[in-house]
Protein backbone atom coordinates (compact mmCIF):
# COMPACT_ATOMS: atom_id res chain seq x y z
CA UNK A 1 0.00 0.00 0.00
CA UNK A 2 2.60 2.46 1.04
CA UNK A 3 4.30 1.52 -2.79
CA UNK A 4 0.95 2.18 -4.25
CA UNK A 5 0.73 5.89 -2.48
CA UNK A 6 4.39 6.15 -3.23
CA UNK A 7 4.27 5.97 -7.21
CA UNK A 8 0.75 7.81 -6.64
CA UNK A 9 2.49 11.23 -5.61
CA UNK A 10 5.03 10.75 -7.85
CA UNK A 11 2.76 10.52 -10.68
CA UNK A 12 1.13 14.34 -9.34
CA UNK A 13 4.17 15.82 -8.77
CA UNK A 14 5.03 14.91 -12.46
CA UNK A 15 1.88 16.06 -13.99
CA UNK A 16 2.30 19.16 -11.98
CA UNK A 17 5.97 19.71 -13.50
CA UNK A 18 4.65 18.80 -16.92
CA UNK A 19 1.92 21.10 -16.58
CA UNK A 20 4.01 24.45 -15.34
CA UNK A 21 6.54 23.99 -18.03
CA UNK A 22 3.50 23.41 -20.78
CA UNK A 23 2.33 26.69 -18.88
CA UNK A 24 5.51 28.27 -19.08
CA UNK A 25 5.99 27.81 -22.62
CA UNK A 26 2.49 28.77 -23.47
CA UNK A 27 3.41 32.14 -22.06
CA UNK A 28 6.39 33.02 -23.52
CA UNK A 29 7.09 30.71 -26.96
CA UNK A 30 4.59 28.53 -28.19
CA UNK A 31 1.25 29.03 -28.49
CA UNK A 32 -1.82 26.82 -29.55
CA UNK A 33 -4.49 28.21 -31.89
CA UNK A 34 -7.91 26.04 -32.78
CA UNK A 35 -8.74 27.25 -36.54
CA UNK A 36 -12.18 28.33 -37.55
CA UNK A 37 -13.81 25.47 -39.61
CA UNK A 38 -15.20 25.51 -43.02
CA UNK A 39 -18.60 26.32 -42.24
CA UNK A 40 -17.72 29.09 -39.28
CA UNK A 41 -15.26 30.84 -41.39
CA UNK A 42 -15.21 29.48 -45.55
CA UNK A 43 -13.02 32.34 -47.08
CA UNK A 44 -10.33 31.99 -44.27
CA UNK A 45 -10.09 27.77 -44.21
CA UNK A 46 -9.86 27.78 -48.23
CA UNK A 47 -7.28 29.99 -47.85
CA UNK A 48 -4.77 28.04 -46.05
CA UNK A 49 -5.12 25.04 -48.06
CA UNK A 50 -3.31 22.46 -48.54
CA UNK A 51 -1.21 23.04 -45.88
CA UNK A 52 -3.28 23.62 -42.95
CA UNK A 53 -7.23 22.95 -43.16
CA UNK A 54 -10.64 24.17 -41.19
CA UNK A 55 -10.24 23.48 -37.48
CA UNK A 56 -7.23 22.21 -37.04
CA UNK A 57 -5.37 22.76 -33.58
CA UNK A 58 -1.80 24.79 -34.79
CA UNK A 59 0.74 25.19 -32.88
CA UNK A 60 2.84 28.76 -33.27
CA UNK A 61 6.76 30.08 -31.85
CA UNK A 62 6.60 33.07 -30.84
CA UNK A 63 10.36 34.05 -30.56
CA UNK A 64 12.36 35.94 -32.67
CA UNK A 65 11.30 37.29 -36.39
CA UNK A 66 9.75 35.48 -39.26
CA UNK A 67 11.67 35.57 -42.54
CA UNK A 68 10.77 35.27 -46.27
CA UNK A 69 8.58 32.29 -47.10
CA UNK A 70 7.98 31.43 -43.27
CA UNK A 71 3.96 30.97 -42.55
CA UNK A 72 3.10 33.33 -39.76
CA UNK A 73 -0.04 34.16 -38.23
CA UNK A 74 -1.05 37.88 -37.39
CA UNK A 75 -3.34 40.19 -36.71
CA UNK A 76 -5.65 40.92 -39.35
CA UNK A 77 -5.14 44.76 -40.51
CA UNK A 78 -7.69 47.36 -39.67
CA UNK A 79 -9.09 44.09 -37.31
CA UNK A 80 -6.85 43.09 -34.77
CA UNK A 81 -9.28 41.00 -32.87
CA UNK A 82 -9.47 38.40 -35.77
CA UNK A 83 -5.90 36.96 -36.81
CA UNK A 84 -4.30 35.76 -40.52
CA UNK A 85 -2.60 33.05 -41.54
CA UNK A 86 -0.33 33.59 -45.09
CA UNK A 87 3.24 33.17 -46.17
CA UNK A 88 5.67 36.06 -46.23
CA UNK A 89 5.93 36.73 -49.98
CA UNK A 90 7.16 40.47 -49.69
CA UNK A 91 9.12 42.65 -47.44
CA UNK A 92 9.82 46.64 -47.48
CA UNK A 93 11.36 47.48 -50.73
CA UNK A 94 10.20 44.12 -53.01
CA UNK A 95 8.04 44.39 -55.70
CA UNK A 96 5.43 41.77 -55.90
CA UNK A 97 3.75 40.74 -58.92
CA UNK A 98 1.20 37.94 -59.60
CA UNK A 99 0.40 36.54 -62.50
CA UNK A 100 -2.28 34.09 -63.37
CA UNK A 101 -2.01 33.25 -59.62
CA UNK A 102 1.95 32.93 -60.21
CA UNK A 103 4.35 35.03 -57.55
CA UNK A 104 7.54 36.66 -58.65
CA UNK A 105 9.13 38.84 -56.43
CA UNK A 106 11.79 41.48 -57.86
CA UNK A 107 11.84 39.43 -61.39
CA UNK A 108 12.38 36.18 -59.32
CA UNK A 109 9.71 33.15 -59.62
CA UNK A 110 9.83 30.09 -57.42
CA UNK A 111 10.09 26.38 -58.91
CA UNK A 112 7.62 24.07 -58.29
CA UNK A 113 9.70 21.60 -58.04
CA UNK A 114 7.39 17.62 -57.29
CA UNK A 115 3.68 17.35 -57.06
CA UNK A 116 2.31 16.70 -53.23
CA UNK A 117 1.46 13.28 -51.85
CA UNK A 118 -1.68 13.52 -52.59
CA UNK A 119 -1.22 15.40 -55.94
CA UNK A 120 -4.77 16.74 -56.21
CA UNK A 121 -7.03 17.89 -53.52
CA UNK A 122 -10.35 17.56 -53.58
CA UNK A 123 -12.87 19.86 -51.20
CA UNK A 124 -16.75 21.30 -51.78
CA UNK A 125 -16.80 24.43 -52.44
CA UNK A 126 -18.66 25.94 -49.12
CA UNK A 127 -20.96 28.09 -51.32
CA UNK A 128 -22.23 26.28 -54.59
CA UNK A 129 -21.06 22.95 -53.36
CA UNK A 130 -19.49 22.27 -56.07
CA UNK A 131 -16.82 19.62 -56.26
CA UNK A 132 -13.22 21.79 -56.68
CA UNK A 133 -10.39 19.81 -57.71
CA UNK A 134 -6.97 21.62 -57.44
CA UNK A 135 -3.22 20.07 -57.89
CA UNK A 136 -0.90 20.78 -55.35
CA UNK A 137 2.39 20.85 -55.65
CA UNK A 138 5.41 21.55 -53.32
CA UNK A 139 6.76 25.04 -53.89
CA UNK A 140 10.50 26.04 -53.17
CA UNK A 141 11.15 29.43 -51.14
CA UNK A 142 14.12 30.46 -49.33
CA UNK A 143 15.63 26.76 -49.32
CA UNK A 144 12.23 25.53 -47.99
CA UNK A 145 9.81 23.04 -49.69
CA UNK A 146 5.86 23.71 -48.81
CA UNK A 147 2.78 22.93 -50.16
CA UNK A 148 0.49 24.87 -52.51
CA UNK A 149 -2.85 25.04 -54.10
CA UNK A 150 -2.55 25.81 -57.81
CA UNK A 151 -5.24 26.86 -59.93
CA UNK A 152 -3.93 25.65 -63.44
CA UNK A 153 -6.89 24.57 -65.46
CA UNK A 154 -9.68 26.34 -63.59
CA UNK A 155 -11.62 28.56 -65.45
CA UNK A 156 -11.61 31.50 -62.93
CA UNK A 157 -8.36 32.69 -60.97
CA UNK A 158 -7.93 35.67 -59.20
CA UNK A 159 -6.98 38.84 -61.51
CA UNK A 160 -3.32 39.86 -61.78
CA UNK A 161 -1.65 42.88 -59.52
CA UNK A 162 1.47 44.35 -58.60
CA UNK A 163 2.67 45.70 -55.15
CA UNK A 164 5.90 47.23 -53.75
CA UNK A 165 5.79 46.50 -50.40
CA UNK A 166 6.39 49.94 -47.97
CA UNK A 167 9.37 49.65 -45.63
CA UNK A 168 8.51 48.12 -42.07
CA UNK A 169 5.53 46.15 -43.88
CA UNK A 170 5.32 42.58 -45.03
CA UNK A 171 2.94 41.31 -48.58
CA UNK A 172 1.81 37.73 -46.80
CA UNK A 173 0.40 35.34 -49.91
CA UNK A 174 -1.97 32.18 -49.50
CA UNK A 175 -0.68 28.90 -49.88
CA UNK A 176 -4.69 28.08 -52.15
CA UNK A 177 -3.66 30.16 -54.92
CA UNK A 178 -7.04 30.15 -56.39
CA UNK A 179 -8.99 30.99 -53.14
CA UNK A 180 -6.82 33.38 -51.33
CA UNK A 181 -7.26 35.80 -48.61
CA UNK A 182 -3.98 37.74 -48.14
CA UNK A 183 -2.48 41.24 -48.62
CA UNK A 184 -4.45 41.72 -51.96
CA UNK A 185 -7.80 41.94 -49.74
CA UNK A 186 -6.28 43.01 -46.34
CA UNK A 187 -3.33 45.05 -47.44
CA UNK A 188 0.28 44.99 -46.24
CA UNK A 189 0.77 43.78 -42.64
CA UNK A 190 3.27 45.60 -39.99
CA UNK A 191 6.23 43.26 -39.15
CA UNK A 192 6.43 44.39 -36.12
CA UNK A 193 3.04 43.63 -35.10
CA UNK A 194 3.39 39.87 -36.73
CA UNK A 195 5.67 37.47 -34.28
CA UNK A 196 4.15 34.16 -34.76
CA UNK A 197 5.46 30.88 -37.13
CA UNK A 198 3.47 28.34 -37.66
CA UNK A 199 5.20 25.26 -37.60
CA UNK A 200 3.18 22.37 -36.70
CA UNK A 201 -0.35 20.78 -36.23
CA UNK A 202 -1.55 18.47 -33.00
CA UNK A 203 -4.72 17.40 -34.41
CA UNK A 204 -6.98 18.11 -37.63
CA UNK A 205 -10.71 18.90 -37.12
CA UNK A 206 -11.18 15.39 -37.13
CA UNK A 207 -8.91 14.67 -33.85
CA UNK A 208 -6.26 12.25 -33.17
CA UNK A 209 -7.92 9.46 -35.23
CA UNK A 210 -7.04 11.21 -38.99
CA UNK A 211 -3.14 9.95 -37.95
CA UNK A 212 -2.34 11.54 -41.42
CA UNK A 213 -2.85 15.11 -39.58
CA UNK A 214 -1.87 14.22 -36.38
CA UNK A 215 1.69 16.08 -34.89
CA UNK A 216 2.59 16.99 -38.20
CA UNK A 217 5.24 19.78 -39.07
CA UNK A 218 3.80 22.72 -40.72
CA UNK A 219 6.57 24.32 -43.29
Known sequence: MAAFYSLTRFLVWCAIIIG?????????????VRLPTMAADPVFSLSVLPTLEGGDLILTFRLGTPDFGDLVLC???GAPERYIIGRIFGEGGDRVKITNSVPTVNGDSFVLERSCDPSVITYRHPETGVE?????HMEAVAGGLHPVGVGNGQQVVPENREYNVPEGRWFLLSDNRLYPYDSRDYGY???ASCKERVFGRLVSQRGWKDVNKRLTYIP
Open 20 to 32: LIIGALRLTMIRW
Open 75 to 77: PEP
Open 132 to 136: VKQQC
Open 189 to 191: VDA
